[in-house]
């Protein structure tokens, strides 16, 4: 198994594209399968479409479902900082990519992205990891 960490600044972004990096990281691998891991609390990977205002909508949902507000027992950081760490339950911090030819297997439109509603921490790892077989 081969891995790389990549550090990623989401500033006051909701949802980071990293999949140019996920496909420079097996770019020439050959077959197998690609783990995208987030080694945080408060974070998720997940696969979904761009710039086509879903990530609008994630924000929406995520603010329904985990509201930012004081109802939390989990209460250090900023308000609401308690539905950061109930993300992982609802968004994975980890997905597995096919790759064949050194080329990921995502349909047409998906991207793999980093979701991280933390405000208190902007500071990000990656960890990529390729199975070849």
Known sequence: MRSEDMQVDTGSRLVTD???AAERFVRDAGDGLLNVFVPHATAGAALME???GSESDL???LGTLLPRDDRYT???GSR?????HLLPVFVSPSLTIPVREGRLQLGTWQRVVLVDPNRDNAHRTVRLSFVEG
Do not use: N
Request: aromatic share 0%.
């Open 18 to 20: 990293v999949t140019d």
């Open 50 to 52: 761009m710039g086509s």
């Open 59 to 61: 924000a929406d949902a």
């Open 74 to 76: 989990h209460r250090h």
């Open 80 to 84: 609401g900082h308690g539905a950061d």
